[in-house]
């Protein structure tokens, strides 16, 4: 099962565009590079899920380059509500998934 | 309403009781998770079941007990609570390999 690293905090400001980075050295070929988010007291949410390349929808893109090994969520124009923890995740099945302690991602105005 | 939804929200309950969280989903969704978190860490998980009738555990399975006789309903089960086992319980459902969907959660907490 693939582990990923990812920083332990990030700060930004409103405004700007926010990128965390994930690695996953031992990512398998059959694996799938997901994102989410969780606030406080409440489940994490879906963000974004690729497999290469890029993949971009209405909230963030997520970059993937081509050895696979790690890969960066970019939130455009972050605010205040943005500030929550974010969990990369790799694996070809929910049940795979190992979930480390995320990045605790704080926007300031 | 369509969703996922676990209760109780909070519980409290002593050492060696035995305790039922529930959980709900009303998409039909196949595959339904339990997992743990605790303070300050990413989630751990319990049990899975990718059918009705059919479940399997999970990183850490141990004092929890599930079933699932309807596709749309996954309880949890601890059969006597330990201190240990103080956390904050999440379910999820999904179809498979798609995205999971969670509830709110349940804070339980043993005395």
């Known amino acids: 099962l693939a582990k990923t690293t990812q920083p332990i905090s990030m700060d930004s400001y409103e405004g700007q565009e926010v990128n965390i980075t994930c690695s996953h050295n031992?990512?398998?070929?059959?694996?799938?590079i997901t994102w989410y988010q969780q606030f406080p007291s409440q489940g994490p949410r879906f963000i974004i899920q690729g497999y290469k390349t890029k993949v971009t929808n209405e909230v963030a893109s997520l970059f993937i380059p081509a050895d696979r090994k790690s890969s960066t969520l970019s939130l455009p124009r972050v605010s205040l509500s943005d500030t929550a923890v974010y969990y990369c995740l790799v694996g070809d099945s929910n049940y795979q998934l190992i979930w480390g302690a995320g990045t605790k991602l704080i926007i300031k105005p | 309403d369509a969703g996922i939804t676990q209760s109780p929200r909070y519980k409290i309950t002593e050492t060696g009781r035995q305790v039922t969280l529930m959980c709900h989903q009303t998409w039909s969704h196949s595959y339904m998770f339990w997992y743990r978190q605790d303070l300050g860490h990413g989630l751990r998980l319990i049990y899975y079941?990718?059918?009705?009738?059919?479940?399997d555990k999970g990183e850490v399975p141990d004092g929890y007990v599930v079933s699932r006789s309807k596709t749309e309903n996954f309880p949890l089960t601890l059969e006597s609570a330990t201190r240990s086992q103080t956390s904050v319980y999440f379910c999820?459902?999904?179809?498979?390999?798609?995205?999971?969907?969670f509830g709110q959660g349940t804070r339980l907490t043993v005395v």
């Open positions: 031992n990512i398998a070929t059959n694996d799938y």
């Open positions: 079941s990718a059918a009705a009738d059919i479940t």
């Open positions: 999820a459902s999904s179809e498979r390999d798609s995205e999971a969907f």
